[in-house]
């Protein structure tokens, strides 16, 4: 249907109600693509993203295991009490790609602030920060949920990093993964180091904070997260500024081609692997950190964050929950990490279509954006799918033209029933 600028308005008040009752992604039971072949696509992200959390909250981040808040600083993830795990896991998935992440990590002995890459079919990589010690980095990664050595991780420098803002990075590549804090390379791992664990499946993004410390842990996890956790000295927050992701791929979604598990295996629908490589240009380094030090302790569990919620696969075994939300056609991801419908006033240069409709709509010349702006088309269903997204609440303006075929047509209109009355 097409909508004037009032009736824009009445849509927009629509959706909001709509959005009310819905939730834009859902949390559903693990689905492992190396043992199902009924698994769903993952939502491709295809571009680069930046996102800044001192505006606020985006829709293409979900919240879990407690509430983040929101304030000039960024977004705080804070831990007062047994159970608090406070998350963000992106709706969509990279596959290679950079993540860079600016925040402080949270203070507390036995609390861990956690940067997640993880896969459906658990390949991960993490970069992970005791509270107990302000000057390191844990740095890691798992191959299709492999539990069975603990020899990948490496405890790196990280000097002052709960109290300073600082930018850390993973760029990961087929052929290498590389860990950055500032702007030293910490760590690199090739392909070929990884025997055969080299993570390579589509990757969604989360971080957030956690007690590994809490007395409910294995023995083993306290000791390793430097606890026991003592919440009388909290609360402990770790605060996030911003996130740039950057995917190296292109596409709408990510499948399996097969149960491999290998990057040669991954599909892209609407796009290609590794076609936008390169994209985030090159990490300036400045400097090269010492050798890292080996010192897991092997019941470190895989999953980054614990506490943010299990979920239960098809054949009985619990992992970490996996967050989605597939982009509803007519709606687009911006530069800034928002989901909007197309046409909105917050529709941004740059802007992803989701699907071929986003494109028709985006070709067709009674659409917003294609000059004219007074009329936009919505779905329906685009409107009784989509959850989380803020709609619109201001029309897109209209144009002079417009303005002035209305008049052309009212002064019409009165001609006609001038003539009318004189008939009569």
Not at 38 to 51: E, K, R
Not at 137 to 161: E, H, L
Not at 165 to 173: E, L, S
Not at 203 to 217: E, H
Request: charged letters at 15%; a negative charge.
């Amino acid at each position: 249907m097409f909508l004037s600028s009032r009736g824009w308005r009445r849509a927009a008040a629509t959706a909001v109600a709509l959005l009310s009752r819905s939730t834009f992604a859902q949390t559903w039971s693990a689905c492992n693509p190396l043992t199902s072949t009924s698994c769903p696509a993952d939502t491709a992200l295809g571009m680069t993203i930046h996102v800044d959390f001192t505006e606020g909250e985006v829709n293409s981040f979900v919240p879990s295991g407690g509430v983040p808040t929101y304030d000039e600083d960024g977004v705080s993830f804070t831990v007062a009490s047994s159970g608090d795990a406070p998350q963000l896991t992106s709706i969509f998935y990279i596959m290679f790609g950079r993540v860079e992440v600016t925040m402080k990590a949270a203070p507390g002995a036995g609390i861990v602030s956690s940067l997640v890459l993880l896969s459906d079919a658990l390949d991960e990589i993490d970069m992970e920060w005791l509270g107990a010690d302000s000057t390191e980095v844990q740095t890691n990664y798992f191959s299709k949920g492999q539990t069975t050595t603990y020899n990948r991780g490496q405890f790196n420098p990280a000097p002052n990093n709960q109290a300073e803002f600082v930018t850390y990075t993973i760029d990961w590549t087929a052929d290498r993964i590389a860990w950055y804090v500032g702007g030293t390379l910490v760590r690199t791992l090739t392909f070929d180091e990884a025997n055969g664990e080299y993570p390579q499946t589509p990757m969604q993004v989360k971080f957030g904070a956690w007690s590994g410390g809490d007395p409910s842990n294995p023995p083993g996890t306290i000791e390793w997260a430097r606890g026991p956790t003592d919440y009388s000295q909290g609360p402990f927050s770790m605060v996030v500024r911003s996130a740039v992701v950057t995917d190296y791929s292109t596409g709408k979604r990510y499948t399996y081609g097969d149960q491999s598990g290998t990057w040669q295996s991954i599909r892209s629908d609407g796009g290609e692997i590794n076609g936008n490589l390169g994209a985030a240009g090159t990490v300036s380094v400045t400097a090269s950190a010492p050798a890292a030090t080996d010192s897991l302790s092997p019941t470190i569990p895989p999953g980054g964050i614990i506490g943010g919620g299990t979920a239960t696969a098809t054949d009985g075994s619990t992992g970490p929950s996996r967050t989605v939300g597939p982009i509803p056609d007519g709606w687009v991801m911006t530069s800034e990490g928002k989901v909007v419908p197309i046409g909105s006033s917050t529709t941004l240069p740059g802007a992803q279509p989701s699907s071929s409709l986003s494109r028709e709509l985006s070709a067709s010349p009674s659409t917003a954006g294609s000059g004219g702006g007074e009329t936009t088309t919505l779905a329906t269903s685009t409107l009784s799918t989509l959850g989380g997204a803020r709609a619109p609440t201001d029309a897109p303006p209209e144009s002079s033209a417009s303005t002035a075929r209305r008049g052309g047509l009212l002064l019409g209109l009165l001609v006609l029933a001038a003539s009318a009355l004189l008939c009569w």
